[in-house]
């Protein structure tokens, strides 16, 4: 997840280690994403800019391909801060430089649009963050990569539901259950059909769905990075209280504001969403008592 991008935009220097003259770049870089995983912005912060001075000593091409990996970084550490403005305009600054100075379909260029798409996801702009995802989607597919494609398929099929835009969100997902049926064997049972039973406001259903999967990666002791747990308890929270189960609704919308805390700090506006929703929540469920 979104979270995880530091960790990836910082792996992604390493590609020129052993051929390129940037080593103390590479290990400020490094550091740096060692500092985010601890939530310690400040050295972070530090690491990054000490990082940037250094890339922008070097000659080009590397002085621009150092600079751009850099400032996505740290514009994935500001997003993950709860920073947006701050973030947008670093991660604008990152890949500006990267399209110019990268290859076309670069796995920087693509963990910048999803750290982009993010931001604005969580800043209620979805009709754009559905055009960064499609973008993401379409190097994807061109690549043949079905599992990001799956992944970037249910980003775009988030925008569209919360553009009420949902017979095109359930195309996109049903897309995602044929990928999922092409590459894994047997009767899986398919990471989407929540979502779609969801799309279809079939809530009842979609509770049954949800829990199954909330309750199995809570169990989990390494949840690979590509699964938002937090998500899941809002999907689940949301449609128990669709069904009229206001405790257990407000038990998961709790839990939800508690798992984005603990990844991405008290301050982030993933936090906040939560905390609204078990807001609205409690007060229907007051009214209705």
């Not at 796995?107 to 009709?127: F, I, K, P, Q």
């Not at 301050?267 to 469920?285: E, G, I, Q």
Request: charged share 25%; proline share 2%; net charge neutral.
């Amino acid at each position: 997840m979104i979270w995880a991008l530091a960790a990836v935009a910082a792996a992604i220097l390493f590609f020129l280690y052993f051929n390129r003259p940037s080593r103390l770049v590479i290990t400020l870089s490094s550091a740096a994403h060692n500092a985010t995983t601890k939530k310690d912005w400040a050295t972070a912060k530090k690491f990054l800019t000490l990082a940037r001075e250094k890339a922008g000593k070097l000659k080009e091409p590397l002085l621009s391909q150092m600079t751009a990996v850099v400032e996505l970084q740290w514009g994935t550490v500001l997003y993950l801060q709860g920073n947006f403005e701050e973030a947008e305009e670093m991660l604008r600054q990152g890949l500006v430089k990267a399209r110019a100075a990268l290859a076309p379909g670069a796995n920087v260029l693509m963990y910048g649009d999803v750290a982009w798409g993010e931001l604005c996801t969580d800043s209620g702009r979805h009709a754009e963050a559905e055009v960064i995802y499609r973008r993401v989607l379409a190097v994807d597919e061109e690549r043949g990569n079905i599992g990001g494609a799956i992944f970037d398929l249910q980003r775009v099929a988030d925008c569209l539901i919360r553009q009420d835009r949902r017979v095109e969100a359930m195309c996109e997902i049903r897309r995602a259950m044929d990928m999922e049926a092409s590459i894994v064997k047997g009767n899986p049972i398919s990471m989407c059909l929540p979502d779609l039973v969801f799309c279809r406001e079939e809530y009842e259903e979609a509770r049954k769905l949800y829990r199954e999967k909330v309750e199995y990666w809570q169990q989990q002791a390494n949840v690979p990075e590509q699964i938002d747990v937090g998500r899941l308890q809002m999907r689940l929270a949301i449609s128990e209280a669709r069904t009229g189960h206001a405790a257990e609704a407000n038990e998961m919308f709790t839990r939800a504001a508690a798992t984005y805390e603990q990844t991405l700090g008290a301050n982030h506006p993933k936090v906040a969403a939560a905390r609204v929703y078990l807001t609205d929540s409690l007060l229907k469920a007051g009214a209705n008592a």
